[in-house]
């Protein structure tokens, strides 16, 4: 899971950083390991910060103030593929053809098959482990194609189209080429999120456009007009207008459950479903599988909750069962989110550190505990564990 976004502001004199960095804080969640905004100011010039760590340490006032131009794209990172090396930090940039620069949120499933490609065919170098900077390299080679100086639209339509039936799995990207604008899209299935959306400009006439990962980002910097870039859709924002197409429709839109059930902000909305009505969505139909699994007269004295994002779904599990709800751990809140650390054995001692079991609620009492962060099982054993202890 990473977090995008991309910006293009209507007043050429302006900033984008500032709002790009308020973007990754709110995106801070979707991963922990790098940060990094890539600008671009006048006559296509691009400026870059990028490193591992939180977005706080990346990001100094000194590095900020040097990241010119009204246009940018930006990228927190969680490695599920390459390596956490320096130079997997996101967004990725090849200067040719027409500078292009990517932050890429997903997972390839043909990263070898595409690597030979363009190693033995379209010989262009890939310096790193990253299926991110396999993706921008298969789309910069089928904008190379046009051959043109300058490219339009239908060029760029043109080059998505052959990366969707080139490049499989997962992919919502966030793009800019130098000069000319900031581009979205999404896989065929839509298995990651990405929604676009535009305010007034304050300083003049026109609109500004934004992509990011989520609606928080959007909602935080007063954008209206918000919506989902569909699956298979390409949505073009150049300086003098905007262009989208849907290239692919397919019969199957296969989001992946965990933006609602985990990793997304409950005061997202994907694909047009609240996180947070999701969530209790999740808490009716878990009260019924208790109901099937121990019956009416089901042995629970308290629900309790591991914190933060089964709240919502232990609340309302404890309204359908009619069982009081109670807070049973604390959270440590300067431990980073455990399901995206680097490493099973980091992930597992941060449990503990991350939270505290508190006696008083557990003792002489039968718990049920809420979790809906089994992606491996194993922090699950460490916290059934603490709540014995």
Sequence with gaps: MCGISALLLADSSQAAVSELLESLGLLQHRGQDAAGIVTCGH??????CKGNGMVRDVFTPQRLMALAGNMGVAHVRYPTAGTPADSEAQPFYVNSPYGIVMAHNGNLTNDSELRHFLDYDAHRHI?????SELLLNIFANNLQKTGKFRINEQDIFSAAAGLYNECRGAYAVAAMLAGFG???FRDPHGIRPLVFGRRKSSTGAGYDYMFASESVVLDALDFTDIEDVQAGEVVIVSKTAVTRR???VEERITPCIFEHVYVARPDSTIDGIPVYNARLDMGVKLARKVRQALGDAMDIDVVIPVPDTSRAAALQLSHELGLPYREGFNKNRYVGRTFIMPGQEMRRKNVRRKLNAMPTEFKGLNVLLVDDSIVRGTTSQEIIQMARD
């Design 246 to 248: 849907r290239l692919v």
């Design 182 to 184: 900031i581009i979205g």
């Design 127 to 131: 310096n790193t482990d990253s299926d």
């Design 43 to 48: 006559k296509g010039r691009l400026f870059q």
